[in-house]
């Protein structure tokens, strides 16, 4: 890279990489693993503490935080957001900015074959089940059970997929 040329992507060195993994430009991963081939679209940032399993596809301008696991197979549509704190504030109750003694991270965990829909924010401390498919767009509050599709905010069960699909 020439002086003057911007960095693409920011791919911290405490950053977990399996095989075969494709990590597209304008992405910043730190201190989190990536299973083997994971495909990573452009403007996402995957934080620290995130685990991400085998045969992921995470679509450009998604933000997975702190506390976010994905089994395998899982699929993050474009533009996803997940969350991490419940009660998010700037400032201690003595007025300094928090730091991490100041708040607890909460996980949410994407089970295998699951299906995020683009637009998408997913509230912590929830599951979305095995081969659960979630709208586009939609709010998830609470966990998603197994096959079901859920779409709205907050989101909804439309119906169940059959355990084949």
């Not at 991490?84 to 900015?97: E, I, Q, S």
Request: contains cysteine.
């Amino acid at each position: 890279m020439s002086s003057g040329e911007p960095t693409t992507r920011l791919i911290a060195d405490n950053v977990k990489l399996g095989k075969n993994v494709k990590i597209y430009a304008f992405t910043n991963l730190y201190g989190c693993e990536l299973g083997d081939d994971v495909k990573v679209g452009t403007f996402v940032e995957i934080q620290k503490g995130a685990r991400i399993g085998n045969r992921c596809k995470i679509s450009s301008h998604s933000f997975l935080c702190e506390g976010v696991v994905l089994e395998e197979e899982v699929f993050i549509g474009h533009g996803v957001m997940f969350t991490n704190d419940r009660l998010p504030r700037a400032t201690a109750a003595d007025g300094k900015l928090q730091t991490e003694a100041d708040w607890h991270c909460e996980s949410t965990i994407i089970k295998k074959g699951a299906s995020i829909g683009s637009g998408a924010t997913l509230l912590c401390g929830i599951t979305v089940g095995e081969r659960a498919i979630v709208g586009a767009g939609s709010v998830v509050t609470k966990d998603v059970p197994k096959n079901a599709v859920v779409a709205g905010n907050p989101a909804k069960v439309l119906r169940y997929l059959p355990d084949n699909s």
